[in-house]
């Protein structure tokens, strides 16, 4: 499968703890995307990253909230101490190269529940 | 604030029929149009795409339809199927990310 891989599916965790979500982009793809969506909410930016850089974090919570994307290895979205409502799924896309005209392509997303 | 807008979040249609979906937009400076089909515990995936020098796009039963002086883009889905329920997201590209709408859920009745 050299699509957009995400794990895990699907998190639990307790208040307090950290979620670490891992996105492995597609195969030669070194522009990686995080979006979050809130149950009957549409997709909503949080983060761009190339390859060791972050290109726009203008929709990622301030506090508490990282990524990053290491030169080996997979783009890695991080949440420290969760709250109730950062339960939500979080999806990752790719793509080849930064263009206007460039479609992204998803990963199945990893479900986060904050008990 | 929400630069993408779908204003129906559903939309029900028999088999056979054209299903309409709608999005508009606030932000000009937005000029790559994009919609993604989502099913239930799935990502989204790419549908059909439009460059705002165009006003229509065109791939086998699906239809985008750009007004850039309305701020406005539709899909259409000729004839619909039942395999064709899902969630659709509009979504406008700037340079970096792409702005998604809060879906439209289709449901195309046998």
């Known amino acids: 499968n050299a699509g957009v891989m995400q794990n895990p599916r699907h998190l639990v965790r307790r208040r307090g703890q950290e979620a670490r979500l891992r996105c492995s982009p597609v195969k030669g793809h070194s522009h990686v995307y995080w979006y979050r969506q809130l149950p009957e909410e549409g997709l909503k930016f949080m983060v761009y990253l190339q390859k060791e850089n972050i290109i726009d974090e203008s929709g990622m919570p301030k506090e508490r909230f990282s990524a990053e994307f290491p030169k080996e290895g997979p783009s890695i979205l991080r949440i420290q101490q969760v709250v109730r409502g950062d339960s939500a799924a979080y999806f990752c896309?790719?793509?080849?190269?930064?263009?206007?005209?460039?479609?992204?392509?998803f990963g199945s997303g990893t479900q986060l529940s904050v008990l | 604030d929400q630069q993408v807008k779908q204003n129906s979040p559903s939309l029900s249609v028999q088999e056979g029929r054209i299903s309409i979906l709608n999005c508009d937009y606030t932000?000009?400076?937005?000029?790559?149009f994009l919609w993604y089909k989502k099913y239930p515990a799935e990502g989204p995936t790419f549908l059909i795409s439009?460059?705002?020098?165009?006003d229509k796009n065109e791939d086998g039963r699906f239809t985008v339809f750009l007004n850039k002086s309305a701020k406005h883009l539709s899909l259409h889905i000729v004839p619909s199927q039942p395999g064709d329920s899902a969630v659709y997201f509009c979504?406008?590209?700037?340079?970096?990310?792409?702005?998604f709408g809060k879906g439209t859920s289709l449901l195309v009745t046998p």
């Open positions: 439009i460059s705002s020098i165009k």
């Open positions: 932000n000009s400076m937005f000029d790559y």
């Open positions: 896309a790719s793509s080849p190269r930064q263009g206007r005209n460039e479609k992204l392509f």
């Open positions: 979504a406008a590209k700037t340079w970096s990310a792409l702005n």
